[in-house]
């Protein structure tokens, strides 16, 4: 195969098969290279795949009865826990059950490798059906670059050349490096563990549990107690018969803490209200994968240069501001985009930075950057652990007596906060994260 790309696309996950389609779907001659055995299998997340894009890629997917999602989320829960204890903020809408959904749980090994199918599906209907490619199993070595332009990449002693390369190769971003656009040192502390267990029920006892109604779906996230005092949060996902149920935990936080991602997931599988909800529940699958903070410090210093852009957790796209996870949101749109700039840069015959630095515009103009722009004070906010340890606490604390009737004259309820607010916390600590809050939210 001595033929030269249109462009070469490294990782199939959510980025790379989303930037796949838009080349397939623009007849264009691509190569997609994953080193996993199979798109997703080397892929973790929660996860829920947030936003309505993945309909873009996959029109009225929800009509398929077993499609690559396993369920859509109508309910959604915050929970803070302190050792004993769990306060929720609850929302449930029947509003989320309209099509094109706002969100569907998915689980990456089924869902990329779904997703890569359609992407072949759209190259065998493509005028390069014989000449594009999804090849795995093979890893990138290096992009191959010359005047410091990228024209292609070489696997073991193989070369392949291609006018453009799309770096999506998620967040152990080595090739990103290599190419110069990002530093060779990422601070540990921006950087987290994700742990994660599929754990398996009867359907039917799963759909009691959470209340699903056909493919309805809850999403719960965790602050407080689930971490065990290190820097991160905790999430449950429910699945068709399964629950995804794990942490994001600070790598450097968790060394200086001397905790371990094992000993946080079985301490939080421990708290007596999760131990109830995973009652005859059996693990199935136990994964483990890098995740950025979505600290905007750490971003490679440009997401173009001759010949590559670089899209999803490779440009450390991700926002974690609290509510949700989005990772693959953003990768998918990520992906979408820099392949509708590729697709410019052949009509115009220029793969240069001069044209590829259009994805930058779009990017910037995209929620992706708009979101990672407004939201970075609450990023920030996350790394005080007043809001993983103090406030959860404090919270709980609260909840338990506000919720408490003991034959005993009840106080008011500002009493009860103020009993809470100086055993874990300030009335000036609470001003300051109320003030900073306000501004980040
Ligand atoms: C525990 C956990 C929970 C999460 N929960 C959520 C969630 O609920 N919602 C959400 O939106 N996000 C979530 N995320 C984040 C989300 O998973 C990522 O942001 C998203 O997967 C990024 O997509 P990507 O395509 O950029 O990278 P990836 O999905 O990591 O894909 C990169 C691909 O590139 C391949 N690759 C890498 N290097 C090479 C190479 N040299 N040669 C060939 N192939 C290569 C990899 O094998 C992989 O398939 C979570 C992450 C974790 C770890």
């Given at each position: 195969?001595?033929e030269k790309?249109d ?7 959510v980025?790379g098969?989303?930037a796949?389609?838009i080349?397939a779907?623009n007849?264009m001659?691509f190569?997609?290279?994953e ?5 997703g ?6 996860g829920v795949?947030?936003?309505s894009?993945l ?7 929800w009509q398929?009865?077993d499609?690559?999602w396993e ?13 004993q204890s769990?306060?929720?903020?609850d ?7 309209e099509t094109p959904?706002?969100g569907?749980v ?7 490798r ?12 493509s005028?390069f059906a ?5 090849a795995t199993n ?5 992009v ?5 332009k990228?024209v292609g990449?070489?696997?073991?002693e193989?070369e392949?050349?291609a006018d ?7 967040v ?11 530093n060779?040192y990422?601070?540990?502390d921006?950087i987290?563990?994700?742990?994660k267990e ?6 039917k006892v799963?759909?009691?549990r959470f209340q699903l ?5 809850m999403s719960?996230?965790?602050v407080?107690?689930?971490?065990d005092?290190?820097e991160g949060?905790g999430f449950l ?7 995804s149920?794990g942490l994001?935990a ?8 001397e ?9 939080f599988?421990?708290h007596?209200v999760?131990?109830d ?5 059996e ?5 483990a994968?890098?995740v950025s ?7 490679p ?24 996870i989005?990772?693959m ?9 820099a392949?509708?700039t590729?697709v410019?840069a ?14 930058k515009?779009?990017?910037?103009g995209?929620?992706?950057?708009k979101?990672?722009n407004s939201f970075q004070d609450?990023v920030?906010m996350?790394?005080n652990?007043?809001?993983y340890q103090d406030?959860?606490?404090?919270i709980?604390?609260?909840g338990?007596k506000?919720?408490t009737?003991d034959n005993?004259p009840?106080?008011?309820s500002?009493n ?5 607010v100086?055993?874990h916390?300030s009335?000036?600590d ?5 003030f ?5 939210l």
């Amino acid at each position: 195969m001595d033929e030269k790309f249109d462009c070469i696309i490294v990782g199939a996950g959510v980025a790379g098969l989303a930037a796949a389609m838009i080349l397939a779907r623009n007849n264009m001659k691509f190569l997609l290279i994953e080193k996993g055995e199979f798109a997703g299998s080397k892929n973790v997340s929660g996860g829920v795949l947030w936003g309505s894009d993945l309909a873009r890629l996959v029109p009225e997917y929800w009509q398929e009865e077993d499609g690559g999602w396993e369920r859509f989320i109508n309910h959604r829960r915050l929970t803070f826990l302190d050792e004993q204890s769990a306060f929720s903020i609850d929302f449930k809408s029947s509003h989320f059950n309209e099509t094109p959904y706002s969100g569907v749980v998915v689980l990456r090994s089924k869902f990329d490798r779904w997703l890569a199918e359609k992407v072949q599906n759209a190259i065998d209907e493509s005028d390069f059906a014989m000449e594009s490619f999804i090849a795995t199993n093979i890893k990138v070595d290096e992009v191959l670059m010359e005047n410091d332009k990228a024209v292609g990449i070489r696997t073991g002693e193989e070369e392949f050349s291609a006018d453009s390369v799309i770096i999506a190769e998620g967040v152990n971003n080595l090739l990103t490096r290599q190419v110069g656009l990002q530093n060779d040192y990422v601070p540990a502390d921006h950087i987290l563990t994700g742990i994660k267990e599929v754990i398996r029920f009867d359907q039917k006892v799963l759909e009691d549990r959470f209340q699903l109604n056909g493919l309805s779906g809850m999403s719960n996230e965790f602050v407080g107690y689930a971490t065990d005092g290190v820097e991160g949060g905790g999430f449950l996902y429910t699945n068709r018969d399964t629950i995804s149920l794990g942490l994001v935990a600070g790598i450097k936080d968790m060394r200086e803490k001397e905790k371990s991602p094992h000993d946080l997931l079985n301490n939080f599988k421990m708290h007596p209200v999760i131990k109830d909800i995973l009652q005859d529940g059996e693990i199935v699958e136990y994964s483990a994968h890098a995740v950025s903070s979505g600290d905007k410090r750490v971003m490679p210093r440009e997401v173009y240069k001759d010949g590559v852009l670089l899209c999803g957790e490779a440009a450390n796209l991700l926002m974690n501001a609290g509510k949700a996870i989005q990772g693959m949101d953003y990768a998918m749109r990520s992906g979408i985009l820099a392949a509708e700039t590729i697709v410019e840069a052949k009509e115009q015959a220029d793969y240069s930075s001069q044209t590829l630095k259009q994805y930058k515009q779009k990017l910037q103009g995209s929620y992706v950057m708009k979101d990672i722009n407004s939201f970075q004070d609450a990023v920030h906010m996350l790394h005080n652990p007043t809001m993983y340890q103090d406030m959860p606490n404090l919270i709980c604390d609260f909840g338990r007596k506000f919720f408490t009737i003991d034959n005993e004259p009840t106080k008011k309820s500002r009493n009860l906060l103020s009993e809470s607010v100086k055993k874990h916390s300030s009335y000036w600590d609470l001003m300051k994260i109320g003030f900073k809050g306000a501004k980040s939210l």
